[in-house]
């Protein structure tokens, strides 16, 4: 096994996992309804709070900004991933990678 075969098959495992975080990302996004509007009719049971405020607490936690293009929004998809920021879990209200340190 030579070295170009090596890098060979290495970008050849780069480009399926671009592939499947991309295929990913859209999937996500091509599926109907706001993921936001969801989880803000769950603060609102939990909380007793207005959906305004429910509604504006969800697009922050799920840094969720439907006014952004698609564009923008899957640079800094791949931008987070590139620095390890795995995003917020939405049952715990905590950092995924601290989850993920306490296992």
Do not use: C
Request: glycine residues 4%; proline residues 4%.
């Amino acid at each position: 096994m030579g070295l170009k075969y090596v890098l060979k098959k290495f970008g050849i495992f780069i480009l399926f996992v671009w592939a499947a975080l991309s295929l990913t990302f859209i999937l996500v996004h091509l599926m109907p309804g706001d993921p936001a509007y969801v989880l803000a009719t769950v603060y609102m049971q939990q909380w007793n709070i207005k959906f305004e405020e429910a509604y504006k607490m969800a697009q922050e936690s799920l840094a969720w900004d439907p006014t952004k293009p698609i564009w923008i929004r899957y640079v800094e998809y791949f931008a987070n991933l590139l620095k390890g920021n795995l995003g917020e879990s939405i049952v715990y209200r905590e950092s995924i990678n601290k989850i993920v340190a306490k296992s």
